[in-house]
């Protein structure tokens, strides 16, 4: 269902000259976001991002895990 935004994302990173590694990070960490989240990408708010976020937090991950998802998410 989210293969057309992840490849999205990869065009993105490869246009950015990114490394394959930090592309498939990222494509992780926004796999990660959208199967939390329970409706369609176009429907995203940056408030779901946020809330997203603060509730990785509040799973005890640490400040750079929590700086890699902002990242991946912009």
Do not use: W
Not at 9 to 26: D, F, H, P, Q, V
Not at 36 to 62: I, N, S, W
Request: proline share 1%; aromatic share 14%.
């Amino acid at each position: 269902m989210y293969e057309k935004y992840l490849l999205q994302l990869e065009e993105a990173g490869k246009i950015r000259n990114l490394k394959e590694r930090s592309i498939n990070c990222y494509k992780n960490y926004v796999s990660y976001f959208l199967n939390y989240m329970e409706k369609h990408p176009e429907e995203f708010t940056c408030q779901d991002v946020r809330d997203f976020l603060l509730a990785k937090k509040d799973d005890g991950l640490k400040a750079t895990t929590l700086n890699l998802y902002n990242s991946a998410m912009l």
